[in-house]
């Protein structure tokens, strides 16, 4: 079945880029599937971040859309996640997930931990 | 955005009970809803998708209700693998937004 593996740095320096990427096993990236990117801060719920289709179209929560991009990269069945001008608000628990029918959440991957901090 | 309210915050059961979790939302999402379970140091797992749908592998324990503004996710009998934290989730229209999460507790 599709698994998904965030990786990238755990600690991004205030007024940096926080940058993180999803690799997808066990099924094609290019499926007939949205991608996306949820945030879970400290002790805190869930934030929606952004969504990517295979053909590069995106769709991105608006409080979060002028410091995002979500890219793609069909070849290395993966995708990106990019959040600019960080600050202490953005450290959070990323979480990558297929959207079924771009609709529901499910697998989500296990979640990587960025903090903020010079 | 579409506001999506749980009650209760927190509740405290005991194994063999059944509990109830409500979902508000501010505004009228027909049955576009689901719902995830969270342990501690894990990823949400998808529950219950279209209000009332389970998902594949869940336990016939779960069942969901509701449409329009209120819903409710139901445990009919309680387990100890049960207790972790409850989220609804909104798919009427972006962004899609989470409820706060509702922590259910060993009584």
């Known amino acids: 079945q599709v698994q998904l593996q965030e990786s990238g740095p755990g600690l991004v320096k205030p007024s940096g880029t926080l940058s993180l990427t999803c690799a997808v096993s066990?099924?094609?990236?290019?499926?007939?599937?949205?991608w996306s990117w949820i945030r879970q801060p400290p002790g805190k719920g869930l934030e929606w971040i952004g969504e990517?289709?295979?053909?590069?179209?995106?769709n991105y929560n608006p409080s979060l859309k002028s410091r995002v991009t979500i890219s793609v990269d069909k070849s290395k069945n993966q995708f990106s996640l990019k959040l600019s001008s960080v600050t202490a608000a953005d450290t959070a628990v990323y979480y990558c997930?297929?959207?079924?029918?771009?609709?529901?959440?499910?697998?989500w991957g296990q979640g990587t931990l960025v903090t903020v901090s010079s | 955005d579409i506001q999506m309210t749980q009650s209760p915050s927190s509740v405290s059961a005991s194994v063999g009970d059944r509990v109830t979790i409500t979902c508000r939302a501010s505004?009228?999402?027909?049955?576009?809803l689901a719902w995830y379970q969270q342990k501690p140091g894990k990823a949400p797992k998808l529950l219950i998708y279209?209000?009332?749908s389970l998902q594949s592998g869940v336990p016939s324990r779960f069942s969901g209700s509701g449409s329009g503004t209120d819903f409710t996710l139901t445990i009919s009998s309680l387990q100890p693998e049960d207790f972790a934290t409850y989220y609804c989730?909104?798919?009427?229209?972006?962004?899609?937004?989470f409820g706060g999460g509702t922590k259910v507790e060993i009584k």
């Open positions: 990517i289709y295979h053909s590069g179209s995106t």
């Open positions: 066990g099924g094609s990236i290019s499926s007939s599937n949205w």
């Open positions: 989730q909104q798919a009427n229209s972006f962004p899609h937004t």
């Open positions: 505004q009228g999402i027909s049955s576009w």
């Open positions: 997930a297929r959207e079924w029918i771009q609709l529901w959440f499910d697998p």
């Open positions: 279209a209000a009332s």
